[in-house]
């Protein structure tokens, strides 16, 4: 009884000391320091911003997996996105939903009709492999080429021919054909005199059809006899035979004499 008369005693104080502050603190002082410790809590909070585009997508995406959505705010809902047929083909089948293939599931060689036949098991994501699921198959034609089959088979190069390359036939120049004239000593008589009286050689050669080389060596007093012709009919001149007679000379003494032909001999 004691302790039951104790704990009612101490149950009492307190809610004279409550009594005793609300009624020392008036109620205006009590609701400013509520304000206070409210907006104190507020800057302590980390501020985001709104992102409005982000925020209307994301409310788009979860109405359109809802099937909830509608089209332009009308009353024409989304439809929801379901999974399309397996169609038995060849060729690449456009479909919105991606499909994961194993490939190279299970390889058959077929020796009757020479063609290879790939079986792969094409199974939705999510789901997986059971007995039930139906085989969709796809034949690949190709040529029997080794008997090992299409596991083992390798690569084979073929040794490529290149190409021969048609090279134009180069066109022959056309030689300058030379003019051999036909003058005598009248004619060469002439021209010097024409040089004499300050003609050029060029235009003195060209009127009277003489060649400019030969006014060229009578003017330096060289006859053609000592510088040569040279043409069809070449004719070595008296300097250039002394040249050769000499050479030969040399030869002989040093131990190399040289034929008619041209031939050395030791």
Known sequence: ??????????????????????????????????????????????????????????????????????????????????????????????????????????????????????????????????????????????????SSGLCSRTLEIKNLAMTKIKKEKSKKTKGIKRKFFCYDSDQIKNDLEAIQNSMATAIAAKHFDVPRSTLRDKIAGETSEAVGKVGLDSVLGKIIENKLCQWVKNMSEMGFPVNKDGHCFS
């Not at 099937?67 to 089948?93: C, D, M, N």
């Open 1 to 146: 009884m004691v302790i039951i008369s104790g704990l009612t005693c101490c149950a009492s104080v307190t809610k004279l000391l409550k009594s005793l502050v609300f009624s020392h603190y008036s109620k205006d002082f009590l609701v400013e320091a509520t304000e206070t410790m409210e907006e104190g809590h507020k800057t302590h909070q980390r501020k985001r911003k709104r992102n409005v585009s982000k925020w209307q997508v994301n409310e788009k995406k979860s109405l359109r997996n809802s099937g909830k959505a509608y089209i332009g705010h009308k009353k024409k809902p989304y439809p929801p996105r379901e999974l399309q047929p397996y169609q038995h083909s060849s060729t690449p089948v456009e479909g919105r939903t991606k499909i994961k293939i194993l490939p190279n599931f299970s390889c058959t060689w077929s020796k009757a009709t020479k063609i290879d036949e790939i079986h792969h098991k094409f199974l939705e994501s999510g789901h997986t492999f059971m007995e039930c699921d139906q085989d969709f198959g796809i034949i690949e034609k190709a040529e029997k080429k080794d």
